[in-house]
């Protein structure tokens, strides 16, 4: 249905107004996107050695990289560490991509080779993540396999499943 998410409760609970209970839980619908680094903004603060936030790209459905966004959520000291030893490396003169529509400051354009997964919320009208959040490096994953993903209805998905030899 396209909803935010969902409400569970427990079946033998009540509803009191004003009041947060163990008994009801909001389960959000949260989306995933393996993204492509394009560009990192230099970090401040307890960040300084490292960066601020990374700027973000997938490929559109003509095969080209796309910005979608970018993140400085969800990293902890070892990510941190471990992404700007990568990306500091592979550092280039100009914009990898031909078109990013914003940047929070000054970036720095690295070539696009390391692969994260990100979870966000919902896409903008313009195709770009909202309240994206790393969540891990895809050392699985190449560059050009990170293209658009498109949502599936659950149903849909076990329409195409039934189909496959060998799936119950």
Known sequence: MGLEGLIAKNKDSKYIQ???????????????????????????????????????????????????????????????????????????EKCPIDFVPYTNRDTIWIKPQIVVEIKFNSWTRDKIMKSPIFERIRDDKLPKECSLEKESLTDNVLKIKKNIKGFH
């Open 18 to 92: 004003g009041v947060r209970s163990k008994d009801w839980l909001k389960i959000k619908h949260i989306k995933t996107q393996d993204c492509v680094i394009i560009g990192y903004n230099s970090g401040e603060g307890n960040r300084q050695n490292y960066f601020g936030s990374l700027l973000l790209a997938a490929k559109n459905p003509e095969g080209k990289f796309q910005f979608i966004g970018h993140t400085g959520s969800g990293f902890n000291l070892n990510s941190l560490e471990l992404i700007y030893n990568q990306i500091k490396k592979l550092k280039i």
